[in-house]
């Protein structure tokens, strides 16, 4: 909404106070909190400031002042504060006599990804539809310390619980069994509801949500497609709405992408397609009614699968989710209704419009700005090259003969990997100055901070394997 809009809606709901947010280099939110009347037109255009050495991978303590740019487009009103608290997505700006965008900011390099596809004459706008998966749990502890590690999750319509002598009425959901059940077996019917309401009245559009395949409260909310920009702010806020609507209950959502052992883990399946002046570029007639220029794009995807999961699938865990057996696209292969393959093409409908390509790798745990940015990226650089995907795969990929199935590329089997394949596979990401060298060399190096803090640790299982060596 215009900025004179964002003020009439503090008028109209009696907002007392502004939020301010911002997404790290992780992607998590960040935020300070203003009175209202700290709120003005010249905030808009002169920002307020913020220190921004305190933010992981942002700045040195000697270049610490930052500024905040709210934008107006993205006004929402807290559903959960006591106060009436209006809240603004901002931008990260560097001061000085020139104020300019900060380069790291990953709001700031998604922009540049949609003026790069827009200055490519290719296309005008990258579609995504994210399926992000998450869990419920009615409890989840965890710690470590030199002398123990441990972590533990509950659930009470988790499968372990089928024995517990407390309260248990039963209809307990059975391991991989949780796809699409009715009360009483799915327990969360109303605060999925209530999750969904709350991002309605925020101003996201849903299309459903159901129980997902897992025990325990695994869950999908889905959200209608938007432009990258638009909807990677829409999981941010997404995310935001399910863990506080989890919390308000006295439960405990997590978008951790393997958080139970033996089961599903959670990803987050992304749709992409191309438009330009309204109309869709993926809609033709080679395989599955795709295009030619969807099939380099896909091709794009595919080649550079490895580099872009250092940022779709960036925590140890995501490599833990990325096995073959739980639905996990692990074969770098394309193929039409086939969740098997790392790239799908939905056969819903043969509408030109409803053509895309779902990549199935990403994970929740991911920042989308850098996640949708990168595959935008490698697609044009797919289209640029005319990259070829090779013959599509009709078959459950996890079960092909063995000598096939050798010939098959793979996703990578750790974060270790994935950060080598970003280190050898850039180039893409610094087209049209989307991505920065330093971002990508300063990403690299946080990640294999958290390599290392995982690796040093003892491992609980270690000790079921070694204790009497």
């Not at 990804?113 to 998966?133: I, R, V």
């Not at 399946?269 to 009614?289: N, Q």
Request: aromatic letters at 10%; a negative charge.
């Amino acid at each position: 909404m215009p900025k004179d809009k964002v003020f009439e809606l503090i008028k109209r709901e009696q907002v007392k106070m502004v939020d301010l947010r911002f997404v790290d280099l992780t992607g998590r939110w960040q935020h300070f909190t203003v009175p209202v009347t700290e709120l003005t037109e010249e905030t808009f255009s002169a920002g307020s400031g913020f220190d921004g050495s305190s933010i992981k991978g942002f700045k040195p303590i000697e270049e610490s002042d930052m500024l905040l740019m709210p934008d107006p487009t993205t006004a929402f009103v807290d559903p959960f504060f006591a106060e009436k608290t209006l809240c603004l997505i901002c931008d990260v700006y560097e001061p000085g006599t020139k104020v300019a965008p900060f380069i790291f900011d990953p709001r700031s390099i998604a922009r540049r990804a949609e003026e790069y596809l827009h200055k490519s004459g290719l296309a005008d706008t990258a579609y995504f539809g994210p399926e992000a998966e998450f869990f419920i749990f009615d409890t989840l502890r965890y710690h470590q310390g030199a002398q123990e590690g441990y972590y533990h999750i509950d659930a009470d319509e988790g499968e372990w619980n089928t024995g517990d002598a407390e309260s248990n009425l039963a209809y307990k959901i059975r391991h991989k069994e949780g796809y699409f059940p009715v009360p009483p077996h799915d327990t969360q019917q109303d605060i999925r509801s209530e999750m969904v309401s709350h991002m309605i009245a925020c101003g996201l559009s849903v299309e459903k949500h159901h129980h997902e395949v897992a025990t325990a409260g695994q869950a999908e909310i889905d959200l209608r497609y938007a432009p990258l920009l638009k909807m990677a702010d829409a999981i941010m806020l997404y995310k935001y709405l399910v863990k506080s609507t989890a919390r308000k209950h006295g439960k405990v959502a997590t978008f951790m992408p393997k958080p139970i052992f033996g089961d599903n883990g959670s990803g987050m399946h992304t749709h992409v397609s191309l438009w330009k002046d309204g109309k869709p570029l993926f809609a033709g007639d080679r395989y599955a009614g795709l295009s030619e220029m969807a099939l380099h794009f896909a091709a794009g995807l595919l080649h550079h699968a490895p580099s872009i999961l250092a940022f779709a699938a960036p925590t140890t865990n995501s490599y833990k989710r990325l096995v073959p057996g739980y639905e996990a696209p692990v074969n770098l292969v394309y193929s039409k209704r086939n969740r098997s393959a790392a790239i799908r093409i939905p056969a819903y409908s043969e509408a030109p419009a409803a053509k895309r390509l779902e990549f199935r790798p990403p994970d929740p745990s991911c920042n989308p700005y850098l996640t949708f940015s990168a595959m935008v990226l490698a697609g044009l650089d797919g289209i640029a090259k005319r990259l070829d995907p090779g013959k599509p795969l009709d078959e459950n990929t996890y079960h092909l003969p063995a000598e096939q199935a050798a010939k098959i590329k793979s996703v990578p089997g750790s974060l270790v990997e994935s950060l080598a394949a970003l280190e050898r596979d850039h180039e893409f990401l610094t087209a049209g100055g989307v991505f920065p060298k330093d971002f990508i060399s300063q990403w690299i190096a946080l990640k294999r901070e958290d390599i290392t803090e995982v690796g040093l640790r003892p491992h609980p299982y270690e000790f079921a394997l070694y204790h009497d060596c």
